[in-house]
C-alpha cells in the first residue's frame, strides 16, 4: 500500500487545485444523514479514516 498523502506537483501549487478537489469530495461523498442516523441509534463514531484504492 502507498502513501496517504496527495501531493501537488510544485508547478502546480498555489492554483486552488486541492480546495477544489476537497469541495468536490465534499459534495460526491456527504455521508451526514448515514452518520446522523447512526448517531441517533446510538452509535458513536470513535475514529474516522478516509481511504481510496487506485
Known amino acids: 500500500m502507498g502513501s496517504d498523502d496527495l501531493c501537488t506537483v510544485p508547478e502546480a501549487r498555489g492554483q486552488g487545485h486541492a480546495g477544489a478537489l476537497l469541495r468536490w469530495?465534499?459534495?460526491?461523498?456527504?455521508?451526514?444523514?448515514?452518520?446522523?442516523?447512526?448517531?441517533?441509534?446510538?452509535?458513536?463514531?470513535?475514529?474516522?479514516?478516509?481511504g481510496k484504492s487506485v
Open 25 to 50: 469530495v465534499d459534495e460526491e461523498a456527504q455521508r451526514h444523514a448515514a452518520h446522523r442516523r447512526y448517531l441517533t441509534s446510538g452509535f458513536h463514531i470513535p475514529a474516522l479514516h478516509f
